[in-house]
Nanobody
Framework: QVRLLESGGGLVEPGGSLRLSCEASGNRFAINAMGWYRQAPGKQRELVAAHSSGGTVVYGDSVKGRFTISKVKNTVHLQMESLKPEDTAVYYC??????????????WGQGTQVTVSS
């Protein structure tokens, strides 16, 4: 079992910045990738950014050039700059892992609210 602990959400004015963090913990697993999705009210969950353990990084089109994902060991960070009201959503951390039996699993965090408003 892997637990994901998210932190860093909150309220920020348009044009401001926030940094989200997510730490994965548990026993005997290897991380294949970690990332962030978000879901705004009435909308589908969408990819924000993902970072593989091999170093591949992908971003959703709406955040390219404004958000930066980084990963250190079992922790992933999302630095969000030039925030817009349309970035308002619940942000979910996700991790794809391989356990000691070589089975792959996907885990999700509880979500952290990001609100961009003046």
């Amino acid at each position: 079992q892997v637990r994901l602990l998210e932190s860093g959400g909150g309220l920020v004015e348009p044009g401001g910045s926030l940094r989200l963090s997510c730490e994965a913990s548990g026993n005997r697993f290897a991380i294949n990738a970690m990332g962030w999705y978000r879901q705004a009210p009435g909308k589908q969950r969408e990819l924000v950014a993902a970072h593989s353990s091999g170093g591949t990084v992908v971003y959703g089109d709406s955040v390219k050039g404004r958000f930066t994902i980084s990963k250190v060991k079992n922790t992933v960070h999302l630095q969000m700059e030039s925030l817009k009201p349309e970035d308002t959503a619940v942000y979910y951390c996700t991790a794809q892992v391989t356990d000691y039996n070589l089975y792959e699993h996907d885990y999700w965090g509880q979500g952290t609210q990001v609100t961009v408003s003046s």
